[in-house]
């Protein structure tokens, strides 16, 4: 069957109810049925300044309420460094192992590229802190609509830069979720770019690596993720600053692996909207020659279950593939 265009027909669906499986943990059925919808709802105009740092504010409110457990979960003491544009947060795990000293990870964060700085950028870092028990370097680049792409992976060189000078390049790992993800992704490629020693390993969840958000999840998944409704052009377009979305270090998913890129592991859920992304990735990555492992959770949305056990267990993989990978010495 062929559409209007003269091209494969659409699959209609008839409508249905999507109920919360019970091969979650009760844990995690609890985290879909309250989590609300961070994005899907009317954005301001791009160049509406002042919107969008409304919007970043009422949105880091939340990323900070939610993510008040970790506090308690993962005590941290928080040294703050000044990079030539951005903040970097140093966050030294109460149970940091004295095995690890010589090892570091810089943590890129989510938040849709305009969203997740400042305190939301340390608490989020909290959990993979105190389960790596290593310390970690959370990044508050700067972000749209004033700064658009390339501002954000230029902060992220200047935090790499900034580690090589007191670390070994194999002893790091870079982990990003969401737009961080993307950063994650693309700031390895800036350094083969550049000729710049690359990171010992990269772990990346859910990263939105394909802004043209061709990706089937995007539609499949679209109303059935508790974190994301769907697609999100403004957001896109906000951190695209009008370059073409095509460009591997805006959309990595069109990158060539074949040149070199460090072992990663890619963590997503099977109601992640940006399943796709983070699949498609996956799959350049393997045909460049990359040691890259796919692990998908059950019933997962953008972000982990907060608090239940496959969070836990999501942790625990990204750790261990990260410490398998990166030097000690």
Request: hydrophobic content about 40%; proline content about 8%; glycine content about 10%.
């Amino acid at each position: 069957m062929t559409n209007q265009d003269g091209g494969p027909a659409d699959l209609c669906v008839p409508a249905k109810t999507i109920p919360i499986p019970k091969s979650i943990s009760p844990e995690a059925q609890a985290f879909l049925a309250a989590v609300p919808r961070f994005s899907g709802g009317p954005t301001p105009a791009l160049d509406d300044v002042e919107g969008w740092r409304a919007l970043a504010e009422m949105s880091d409110a939340m990323v900070v309420a939610a993510a008040q457990m970790n506090k308690a979960s993962w005590p941290a003491d928080t040294v703050t460094h000044h990079l030539p544009n951005a903040k970097l947060y140093e966050i030294i795990p109460t149970n940091a192992d004295p095995d690890n000293d010589s090892r570091a990870i810089l943590y890129l964060h989510g938040g849709g590229f305009f969203m997740g700085g400042g305190e939301a950028a340390i608490v989020a870092a909290l959990s993979l802190a105190g389960v790596s028990r290593c310390r970690t370097f959370s990044l508050d680049y700067r972000m749209g609509p004033l700064n658009p792409f390339p501002a954000a992976l230029e902060d992220s060189l200047d935090a790499w830069r900034w580690l090589c000078e007191r670390y070994k390049p194999a002893n790091l790992a870079i982990f990003g979720g969401s737009a961080g993800g993307n950063l994650a992704a693309a700031l390895p490629l800036k350094l083969r770019e550049m000729g710049l020693p690359m990171p010992g390993v990269c772990a990346l969840h859910s990263p939105a690596c394909d802004l043209t958000e061709a990706g089937d999840s995007h539609e499949t998944n679209a109303g059935i993720d508790c974190v994301l409704a769907g697609r999100s052009p403004d957001l896109m377009a906000l951190y695209a600053g009008g370059h073409d979305y095509r460009d591997p270090l805006i959309s990595p998913v069109f990158a060539d692996y074949s040149q070199g890129f460090p072992p990663t592991i890619l963590t997503t859920g099977t109601r992640d909207v940006l399943l796709s992304s983070t699949v498609l990735l996956h799959r350049a990555m393997r045909r460049g020659g990359v040691k890259a492992e796919l692990h998908v959770w059950e019933a997962m949305s953008h972000v982990p279950f907060l608090g239940a056990p496959e969070e836990g267990e999501l942790f625990g993989e990204l750790v261990s593939f990260m410490f398998e990978h990166m030097g000690s010495d």
